[in-house]
């Protein structure tokens, strides 16, 4: 199984690519892409009805200003879907949450923070583990160096 990653821009990718690096960190295979709702909607389309069949377990949608991108993806697929409403230049990203966030009851976006990439791939992974022991126990892992360093923090 692996995570599908796609964003609405290649200016999207400086947040993305945090995302991507949990995901390599935890070792899971992954696709990403650069596709966007209303430049690209065809080929969005295209990419998102066929990922459960190239073997995609959930999808990871970033986007920014009126961010319908993750929505979009999830119209197009029943697999869960992501959303990481990206820092927007005019509105510091407050449009695209609540574009984000706010879908219409029937076609869910789990909309994590604004550019909380991180957040976004550590919940795929959780739903990877579900069903994989091996990443239920990194998982632990993962928690269990996050509290160390908490407690090892000098201030
Ligand atoms: C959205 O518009 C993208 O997801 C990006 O966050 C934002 C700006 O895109 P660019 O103008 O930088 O390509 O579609």
Request: net charge negative.
């Amino acid at each position: 199984m692996k995570i599908g990653v796609v964003m609405g821009s290649t200016s999207d990718w400086g947040v993305m690519s945090g995302a991507t690096a949990i995901l390599e960190q935890f070792g899971i295979e992954y696709e990403k892409k650069v596709l966007s709702a209303h430049r690209t909607p065809a080929q969005l389309e295209e990419w998102a009805s066929g990922a459960r069949e190239r073997g995609v377990a959930a999808i990871i949608a970033g986007a920014g200003g009126a961010a319908h991108l993750a929505g979009v993806v999830a119209a197009f697929t029943t697999l869960p879907v992501i959303g990481v409403p990206i820092k927007s230049r005019s509105l510091e990203g407050l449009d695209s949450l609540l574009s984000m966030v706010q879908m219409p009851s029937g076609i869910p976006v789990a909309t994590v923070g604004i550019d909380g990439a991180k957040n976004a791939a550590l919940l795929a992974i959780a739903m990877l583990s579900i069903t994989d022991g091996q990443m239920m126990a990194k998982l632990d892992e993962f928690r269990a160096e996050q509290a160390e360093k908490v407690l090892e923090a000098e201030i």
